[in-house]
């Protein structure tokens, strides 16, 4: 009872942080000098052709109204034009790419294969990466391996994507030629070379995360291995990998979670410089081809559904906690 | 309008922003040809990431993507060294004129057949052009729907209307009526919207992505993002097409590669990428890389100098009204400085004329000679003191704050300082640069940017930059320039439709303007392009400065 009290108070927190989020996108576009109906006119523009693309899109309406356009069709679907060239876009539309001629909804669909597949891996390989590198430097504190895990989690933490993905491709693909140098194969096509496609992606976005990972589980370690009932433990005689892995991680793994769930929202909702430079087709790509664009529905969509992906994250980290920490109640 | 001059200006701040390391290179050529044999797949890598098809909402040059599928009424004969001419495509040539040029008329060549082997009609092209009208389909290249009687009112058939000044008197007969006369008219038929539409196949919504084929080539798959496949068109009859040879069995668009990476992947040439090519410009970092390495130098195609790069003055400007200041302007640029800004002889050629190399009717000529291209200090001064600047000048100048933009900005910021004009520069970005300087206000003095025409036509080259109706209101006459003398002429070369008249006319309204020096000439701009080691018949043009898709082959 508890917990569906919790789960509806924060369903409710989530659709106003959603409400929010697409208002302010909105509100933001329209203060852009940019003008997507004259960028969807074509050339040359003249007012009268300019006035009529803008009524089809339904950009002729005050911002507000559109707004308001958008939340109805999430209910009740949108119609574009009227005669035998009518474009519909079904319930629940989330706004409609007249540039890419699809619902949002079905772009996101097909962008978010790429999405899932390059953070669950990545996330899983920083999880287990950063948090034992931690572990270790924090056991072994102030030994070679310490410095050495720690320098190099600087250099992860503060190297750019950008630079990191091209010298991975630079190095293991076109100079060792271990690895394809970009693309994604759907899993469901081929498991081996979705895995093969995606293993330089996984591991510079591993790198890069990580880093802060290992660096939060050491200093969070070293602070827990000085409390008290990490003392009692040892004198209860419980052996060093018991008192680690039982009663010190756990507690560890409360703070790391948090930036987890985070990180991973965020993740979801594109990783756009990794996917650029490994040339994948994320959301991360739609949403940078959608603001290069100024196509306002498709940026809406994107950034509405990222931000969706966030608050789930953080939702299911709360969730977590109590399974981590019975002394946190929900 | 505004979705033209982006495109424009991102494509040349991409082909100039080459590094200053280059500066003493010199072009590779402009064409790679080899023997070339039939079939194979060729692989292009673009950076977009979507194609669409649609015929109507497209503004493809007549020689990339869509040519590969689609024939219009006519087409752009390419080739380097030779200036673009205009053939006849569908249609047997590229148009009778009758009724001083208001009257167009098109025989569409016998037996013509779309993919699935139905006959293609005049009827079909007739449908095509009235579905670019409607709103529902907006984005393509518009000219003709200022131009055909009625068209500034018709909304596209979805309404069920026609539009009538299109008559097809017989399946192979296609008449179009103008409002005035338009001696570009060959020019107009040989954009997407001239493409046929079999009325049946028509989905407003999907057309773009499944479109039906009357070209060498068909959609095979399309995933937005990932990849656009095409196969062969059998029902394509190469005897009766001019300028499309059909080498390769299979053309596979990779879509949303990153440039830097294609670049990469090209300059190792192996694999599938021995038979492919990039179709954006190579980043500035791999030139420098490709000049070190022999191999990829030889497949380095740089395309002959095309696009104008200049500086607009704004003649409505207080000091600037004054031509002699504008002139002194002209005199104190320092256009050396500018080209090894834009990337040396990579980046471009010297320019002195409006109408642009690979333009037909182009004469070489220059108002503001200076003993070498970086400028006539001395003369400027003079100049500038006639005009009651001895003291010097302030003037403000709009600039996109991309680094390549800047650096072309402070080289020309540096020339004119040497002659006392003190330049203050107002970096903007992209967008808001475009809509500063197209506005009504045209709260600037100087601006920089660069102009390729959508067809290779001194009126696409010199109407839209100088013509007094498109000041402001997103218009691209950036130097505000209004001359009421100049203004008629261009409506008499727009009219006449002998092409040899109408050159000698556009040469001399290209004259007459740089006599009132509403703008600097800069440079002609070069784009380089990297090709596999499989692929041949790989050429760029003076214009347009891309690849020719419709020759490429394998060997």
């Known amino acids: 009872m508890r917990l569906l009290r919790f789960a509806a108070g924060r369903l409710a927190g989530m659709i106003l942080v959603l409400l929010i989020v697409s208002i302010l996108t909105y509100a933001v576009f329209y203060l852009l000098p940019a003008d997507p109906a004259q960028l969807s006119c074509g050339k040359p523009c003249t007012p009268q052709r300019l006035a009529d693309a803008r009524a089809f899109m339904g950009y002729d309406a005050p911002w507000w109204r559109q707004y308001l356009d958008f939340l109805g069709g999430i209910f009740a679907g949108r119609s574009f034009g009227s005669g035998s060239a009518v474009v519909r876009c079904a319930a629940p539309c989330f706004g409609y790419s007249f540039r890419l001629d699809a619902p949002v909804s079905t772009l996101i669909a097909s962008h978010i294969g790429v999405t899932f597949s390059l953070a669950a891996g990545a996330a899983v390989l920083w999880l287990v990466l950063g948090v034992s590198a931690g572990t270790v430097s924090a056991v072994r504190r102030g030994s070679l391996l310490d410095r050495t895990v720690m320098t190099a989690s600087i250099a992860g933490v503060s190297a750019p994507a950008y630079l990191v993905g091209l010298l991975g491709i630079l190095l293991f693909g076109f100079t060792l030629d271990m690895v394809p140098v970009g693309g994604y194969v759907p899993l469901a096509e081929n498991p081996v070379q979705w895995a093969w496609h995606l293993i330089l992606p996984w591991c510079v976005l591993a790198f890069l995360s990580a880093a802060l990972y290992a660096r939060l589980t050491r200093g969070q370690m070293l602070e827990i291995l000085g409390e008290d009932y990490i003392r009692t433990a040892r004198a209860k005689g419980l052996g060093e990998r018991r008192v680690i892995g039982r009663h010190a991680l756990r507690n560890v793994l409360v703070p790391v979670v948090t930036v987890f769930g985070m990180d991973l929202g965020g993740l979801l909702g594109g990783a756009v410089i990794t996917e650029r430079v490994f040339s994948m087709q994320g959301l991360g790509a739609l949403l940078m081809d959608a603001v290069g664009n100024v196509d306002l529905p498709l940026l809406v969509g994107v950034t509405l559904f990222a931000a969706f992906l966030i608050v789930l994250a953080n939702f299911a980290v709360d969730l977590l906690y109590g399974v981590l920490d019975p002394r946190i109640s929900l | ?555």
Not at chain 2, 231 to 243: F, G, Q, S
Not at chain 2, 252 to 266: D, K, N
Not at chain 2, 364 to 380: E, R
């Open chain 2, 1 to 555: 309008m505004r979705r033209r001059s982006v495109t424009a200006v991102l494509a040349v701040t991409a082909a100039l922003a080459l590094t200053a390391c280059n500066a003493n290179a010199t072009p590779t050529g402009s064409a790679s040809s080899g023997t070339a044999r039939k079939g194979g797949t060729l692989t292009i890598l673009t950076s977009s990431s979507s194609v669409n098809l649609d015929p109507a909402k497209s503004q493809n040059l007549a020689i990339t993507t869509l040519g590969l599928i689609f024939r219009r009424l006519t087409t752009w004969d390419i080739k380097p060294g030779q200036e673009g001419k205009v053939v006849g495509d569908l249609a047997q040539d590229a148009g009778t004129p009758s009724d001083g040029g208001k009257t167009w008329t098109y025989k569409l060549k016998p037996n013509l057949k779309y993919a699935d082997g139905t006959p293609i009609t005049a009827e079909d092209v007739k449908y095509g052009v009235e579905r670019s009208f409607a709103p529902e389909l907006s984005g393509g290249l518009g000219y003709h729907k200022t131009l055909l009687v009625g068209g500034a009112d018709y909304k596209g058939p979805y309404q069920g209307k026609t539009l009538d000044s299109i008559e097809v008197p017989d399946a192979q007969t296609i008449v179009f009526k103008l409002s005035k006369p338009f001696g570009d008219w060959p020019w107009i038929v040989s954009m997407p919207a001239f493409t046929p539409v079999p009325k049946a196949k028509d989905d407003v919504a999907k057309y773009g992505q499944n479109p039906v084929a009357s070209g060498p080539y068909q959609v095979e798959s399309y995933q937005q993002g990932t990849a656009l496949k095409l196969k062969r068109n059998t029902n394509w009859d190469a005897a009766t097409d001019p300028v499309r040879t059909g080498g390769p069995d299979n053309i596979t668009f990779q879509l949303g590669q990153e440039s830097t990476v294609v670049a990469q992947r090209l300059i190792a040439d192996s694999g599938d990428d021995r038979d492919a090519f990039g179709a954006s410009f190579v980043p500035p970092a791999q030139l420098a890389q490709i000049q070190a390495n022999a191999s990829a130098k030889q497949r380095l195609v740089t395309s002959d100098p095309g696009a104008l790069a200049y500086l607009a003055i704004n003649t409505t400007r207080p000091g600037l009204t004054d031509v002699k200041v504008r002139q002194a302007i002209n005199y104190a640029v320092d256009k050396k400085a500018f080209l090894v800004a834009a990337g040396g002889t990579l980046g471009g050629d010297y320019a002195s004329t409006l109408i642009t190399p690979g333009i037909a009717g182009r004469a070489q000529y220059d108002l503001y000679p200076t003993p070498d291209p970086s400028g006539d200090v001395a003369k400027a001064k003079t100049l500038l003191a006639d005009a009651g600047h001895a003291t010097g000048l302030k003037l403000s100048f709009a600039v996109e704050n991309d680094p390549q933009s800047l650096a072309k900005a402070q080289a020309i910021q540096q020339g004119l300082a040497r002659a006392g004009i003190e330049v203050t520069l107002k970096p903007l970005d992209s967008d808001s640069w475009f809509d500063f300087v197209t506005n009504d206000k045209g709260d600037y003095d100087l601006t920089l940017t660069s102009w390729q025409p959508d067809y290779p036509s001194a009126n696409a080259n010199i109407q839209p930059l100088f013509a007094s109706s498109e000041i402001g209101g997103g218009g691209f006459n950036l130097s505000r320039y209004s001359n009421a003398d100049v203004d008629a002429q261009i409506e008499q070369a727009r009219a006449e439709i002998d092409a040899t008249a109408a050159q000698k006319q556009w040469q001399q309204i290209d004259q007459r303007i740089l006599t009132d020096a509403p703008i600097v000439p800069l440079i002609y701009t070069r784009n380089s392009f990297l090709h596999g080691s499989g692929v041949t018949d790989f050429f760029v043009a003076a214009f347009p400065a891309y690849p020719n898709y419709l020759q490429v082959s394998l060997r």
